[in-house]
């Protein structure tokens, strides 16, 4: 079959890496039971092409047609493409990926129009600081792909790096300057910090209001409690492509899987704040498999390479891998859980982009409150 490209995201690369034209990929089987029944039209019609990529530059391999397409929008498929030859697609399961980049590309869209709003209204440009203290590759690598984003938008970066043998105090004088300052809209400490720096106390020395990353107590006591708040990005990041996709949480069980202060803790909040049935599992859970054969949406956020086995799944289950190991590889094991999951996100590609677009959303959103801008 000629390989004929029509879609922008992940549909996309997976028709083409199948040579199957998008509309006619197969229905995902979803269980009896999965919460995504009632909403397999809706899941159809996300996956479905909006843009056309121009045709006639396709390279055929001895298994697969890829398109080298030339895109008319910013969204990149190459990550995708990536994820997709690594892993286990078909026809029909190719339905059942979460593209989190796609959904990442309309909220920054969507973000960089409320820049140009609030540098009208109030003819001030909304700004980050992001901290790097000492030369973790990672880290720094991390900083610059999230000025790079902020760039994007039209968000000015304040580029702060301190040397690697910063005290706590001096970290959080830093932070009490950004604090301070008004053309400051958000404030973003990369971690790990180094080891010596009591990294709790750093994140307290964040205003709650300019606490972009949702790192700080006071950021995590309102999430718990449902109040209006600057939330962890990828917890709110994992709720925002949740409800892309129509998944139904309103007496859903789900299991989070980790529960550090910044993932899965404020994860379990916003299921339960959404009615879900949750399970927050961690390192001293027993009988995890199990457990996770009960839920409905399975959230994986432990730091551990592709540790859930799809065996574990319940059939119709939606799986959100949120981890993210050395060798760009999940939390889950991607190949054996697209089978019975009814829903997936790809590492990369799903949650990933979600996380940096909701702190770009986030400081833009802290931008306009603190100048009293309606967006
Ligand atoms: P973390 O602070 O190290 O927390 C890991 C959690 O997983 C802990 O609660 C730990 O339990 C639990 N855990 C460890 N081993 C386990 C096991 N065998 N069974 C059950 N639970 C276990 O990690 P994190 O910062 O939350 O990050 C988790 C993952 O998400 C990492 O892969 C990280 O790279 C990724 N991440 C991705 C993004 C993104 O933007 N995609 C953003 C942040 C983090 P204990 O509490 O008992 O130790």
Redesign the pocket.
């Known amino acids: 079959m000629p390989c004929r490209a029509t879609a922008r995201d992940v549909t996309l690369c997976c028709s083409l890496l199948t040579a199957q034209p998008v509309s006619s990929c197969g229905e995902a089987g979803l269980g009896e039971n999965s919460p995504m029944r009632a909403v397999r039209s809706r899941q159809r019609h996300a996956s479905l092409p909006v843009e056309r990529m121009e045709r006639g530059s396709s390279i055929q391999t001895s298994s697969t047609c890829v398109a080298v397409a030339k895109r008319r929008d910013s969204v990149r498929a190459p990550a995708y493409a990536d994820a997709m030859t690594a892993t286990n697609i078909t026809p029909a399961n190719e339905v059942k990926l979460m593209n989190g980049q796609r959904l990442a590309r309309r909220i920054l869209d969507e973000a960089a129009e409320k820049v140009a709003a609030i540098r009208e209204a109030s003819g001030v440009t909304p700004s980050l600081a992001t901290i790097l203290v000492g030369t973790d590759p990672a880290s720094v690598a991390y900083t610059r792909m999230k000025r790079k984003r902020c760039e994007e938008v039209g968000v000015r970066p304040v580029r702060v790096e301190l040397p690697e043998g910063t005290t706590t105090e001096e970290l959080v004088a830093e932070i009490g300057r950004l604090a301070a300052d008004e053309s400051v809209h958000g404030i973003l400490l990369q971690h790990p910090v180094p080891k010596p720096i009591d990294k709790r106390a750093a994140f307290e020395a964040i205003p709650i209001d300019k606490d972009v990353d949702g790192v700080t107590s006071g950021t995590l006591g309102r999430v718990i409690l449902g109040m209006d708040a600057l939330a962890s990005c ?1 917890p709110l990041g994992i709720m925002r492509l949740i409800d892309e996709y129509h998944v139904e949480l309103d007496g859903a069980h789900a299991i989070v ?4 202060p ?3 803790r404020p994860m379990a909040s916003l299921l339960i704040n959404r009615h879900a049935t949750v399970t927050l ?5 027993r009988a ?1 498999p199990t457990l996770v054969r009960a839920a409905d949406v399975v959230i994986a ?4 390479p592709r ?1 859930v086995q799809g065996g574990w799944i319940k059939p119709g289950a939606v799986v959100i891998d ?4 050395e060798g760009v590889i999940g ?1 889950v094991d991607f190949d054996s859980a697209i089978e019975p999951a009814s829903l997936i996100t790809p590492v990369p590609g799903g ?2 982009p979600m ?1 940096i677009a909701t702190l770009i959303d986030q400081t833009v959103g802290a931008a306009a409150t603190q100048l009293g801008v309606v967006v």
């Open positions: 990828t899987i980790g529960r550090s910044i993932l899965g599992c961690h390192s001293r859970t995890l956020a432990l730091g551990k540790f949120a981890g993210y190991n939390d949650v990933g996380t």
